[in-house]
């Protein structure tokens, strides 16, 4: 079994950084790609950013390109979450995800089958 856990949320004023980092433990982790998402109270999980974990291809939605980098250490099992010139928008619970399947996709909820508990990521305006 594999656990994620999400550390380095909390309050940042409009324009600041936060980085968020997710460690797994658990059973020999080697998963295919490695995403974080974010929600929202009554809305659905969005897609924030994957990196595939051998070749460290990166996606982005569309909201945090230029803003947020994926990054991910392949010997520690650590994925990370660099966010710069925040905006209030960006408050959400973030959590990560893994994928060790092989199911197409890596912007959605679907193909993922592990999950963090999530940071909450409040920005002030």
């Known amino acids: 079994q594999v656990q994620l856990v999400e550390s380095g949320g909390g309050l940042v004023q409009e324009g600041g950084s936060l980085r968020l980092s997710c460690a797994a433990s658990?059973?020999?982790?080697?998963?295919?790609?490695m995403g974080w998402f974010r929600q929202v109270p009554g809305k659905e999980r969005e897609f924030v950013a994957a990196i595939t974990w051998n070749g460290g291809s990166t996606y982005y939605g569309d909201d945090v390109k230029g803003r947020f980098t994926i990054s991910r250490d392949y010997a520690k099992n650590t994925l990370a979450l660099q966010m710069n010139s925040l905006k209030p928008d960006d408050t959400a619970v973030y959590s990560c995800?893994?994928?060790?399947?092989?199911?197409?996709?890596?912007?959605?909820?679907?193909?993922?089958?592990?999950w963090g508990q999530g940071t909450q990521v409040t920005v002030s305006s």
């Open positions: 658990g059973r020999t982790f080697s998963p295919i790609a």
């Open positions: 995800a893994a994928k060790t399947k092989l199911i197409v996709g890596l912007t959605t909820t679907h193909p993922y089958d592990y």
